[in-house]
């Protein structure tokens, strides 16, 4: 993994056992690893520019059909040059990878035409919107052997959820057993989103969705390989004004190792929450579980980051925000530039996307039936 | 219900239009309600009788086949007097009503006889361990017109449980679409288990046993009266020296009125934790939601009794310790004594022992397919 040793230890009251090992530092020096931000669509785009940039990667390019959506970035990285077309980045040799957040339906095929024109990619989430993108490019990475990687932000980007996968490696909580997700998100004013995010069929469904998040992080604390879905719903509760929109899911599965998981996505985070979703995770081991808190602890004055562990130690709260960084970005960087899988392999981003929407299916098909 | 109306309120900080309405009192004076403990087989008998006894109910009889059970039992209950038989409780006429805690396999039998002495029944959960036994029972109480009551500790025992019923009832977070019941329990150490706690014909299986507090909390949440199991599991994972325990159970629901429920059990409670179980209730609403931390609220110096409520109003911890009092078994003896069902229905007390044998059977039916 890409990381300081250099890093400052959690405060020592929360267990020194369970310090975090250090916070990422850039891995490159400035002109080493060139890339390019495209499809403005999802402002998701600026978490992924900015952990690129703080793992030393340079951002050359900026290019979106709407010129309002690249001045708005280019206040945020006005290193970013304007691209004429999206080709002028495509030909450009010194690009290697391209970070996009396009519409959910048009990640999949933006993303095989970056990689056939030779970069690696590097999406939101949800990465397609159908089975049939990810075979195409599941297809195309294999002829390209370019990487089409995907912004799991819920576990990459979150301190607590990153800390909680070297906890689990550790051994801090035995074998893992079951996860359990929990997504609530804000929908906020309808006129303020996209028209997109109404329709089914670019969005791809509340499970493929925000749903994506909670596979990706079952098959990595799980440390699962596959797994298959056992149940899964969507429903539109509160808002038939909307009648495409789902604004719950749910969905179980097990995983080829035998650990067990339960995800509940919804929109319908109450206005008086502090921020945008109560997101928790919690980890059941052999000996031991975790909690996580990520973007809020209701009901006390802390935000998020709280990660809570009880296991035969006792129970403890680590509060991680500013502790652990985000080595995943950093480690990504490396992978293009050495062509290895540290930062996650291509399988493992692939499956998750696989089973979000193998949930989404099987929740479609058999909507009404309850 | 049967409420004092001259409780205590909650502490204003938190809020006073929360705040719970007051403490439930005796409901009958001395002798004026006689009933029996039998079949000490669970400790459940023990708060079964205390909750029973502080609304006023006289406690005249106790009897089990182990001397030293009645022995201990008397310790608690120094007025219980101990039958030489069953039969001399049965043949009494002044007792209304029997409270026993027998083994799971053995509870509808004895509550058939019970009301067909014409003695109203209050079981610990779960109340059958099989379908055939509820079929009697459902025969048993239509045609005794007695009571077949459940101890579903959980909810009735529980502060925070019972004020989150009135929470939902005055509108505090819109309609109840989603509840998430997270039942982790200790097993302590094995010598200290009655052997029938490792044999599933005698306690029915995870989903059954402690699986039944869950379906009676989703459906009073939800204010269902029926639902559907669509999916369920059990497993063995960490325990193969017993190898008919099983130490993890989950299932997901969904109800007549469109609310979906998963609920999560198991044994693997960590050494560390404070107490037996960090059992959880999570109730979403299409206008806020609520959280409780039953037994206790993990790395903060609480134990349990916190309710958190998230709605449009902000966010807020209601400690309920000692605020809301236990309204359930008051409202039995008036039940009992003036034929009413403000306590519990009996609809409601079968339809949850059925969901939680259904779902038993559909994990049963499944299991090894994973």
């Known amino acids: 993994m890409a990381e300081s040793s250099a890093g400052k230890p959690a405060a020592a009251a929360d267990g020194m056992s369970y310090a975090p090992k250090g916070r990422p530092a850039p891995v490159v020096k400035a002109g080493e690893f060139v890339f390019a931000a495209a499809a403005l669509d999802h402002g998701h785009i600026y978490g992924q520019c900015n952990g690129l940039v703080e793992a030393g990667a340079t951002l050359k390019w900026v290019w979106d059909p709407d010129p309002a959506k690249v001045e708005a970035f280019r ?46 990619y590097f999406t939101d989430k949800t990465p397609f919107t159908s089975l049939d993108q990810l075979a195409e490019a599941r297809r195309c990475a294999a002829e390209t052997r370019r990487k089409y990687m995907v912004y799991y932000s819920e576990r990459l980007h979150v301190e607590c959820a990153v800390f909680a996968g070297e906890l689990i490696a550790q051994g801090a909580v035995g074998r893992v057993i079951h996860v359990l997700g929990l997504g609530p998100h804000r929908m906020g004013p309808p006129a303020a989103r996209p028209a997109w995010f109404f329709r089914k069929a670019q969005y791809g469904g509340i499970l493929c969705d925000i749903g994506s998040h909670q596979c990706e992080q079952f098959l990595f604390y799980a440390g699962a390989g596959d797994a298959r879905i056992t149940a899964a719903r969507v429903a539109n509760y509160g808002h038939p004004e909307f009648p495409e929109l789902e604004d719950f899911g749910d969905a179980t599965l097990v995983a080829d190792n035998g650990a067990t998981f ?50 035969g130690d006792g129970e403890r709260r680590l509060s991680l925000e500013g502790q652990v960084g985000y080595p995943f970005f950093g480690a990504l960087v490396l992978d293009c530039l050495n062509r290895t899988e540290n930062a996650m392999t291509q399988a493992h981003a692939f499956k998750a996307a696989e089973l979000c929407l193998k949930a989404q299916a099987l929740a479609d098909a058999t909507r009404g039936a309850a």
Chains 1, 2 share one sequence.
């Open 75 to 120: 206040k945020a990285f006005p290193q970013a040059r304007p691209a004429r077309a999206l080709d002028e980045i495509l030909d450009d040799p010194e690009v290697r990878l391209l970070a996009a957040a396009a519409v959910p339906s048009e990640r999949g095929p933006l993303g095989c035409r970056a990689m056939r024109a030779g970069k690696d």
């Open 262 to 311: 339960y995800f509940r996505v919804d929109w319908f985070t109450p206005n008086g929450l502090r921020t945008w979703g109560d997101g928790r995770t919690f980890i059941l081991g052999t000996e031991g579980c975790i909690e996580l808190r990520k973007y809020v602890d209701i009901g006390s004055d802390r935000m998020g980051n709280q990660l809570y562990l009880v296991n």
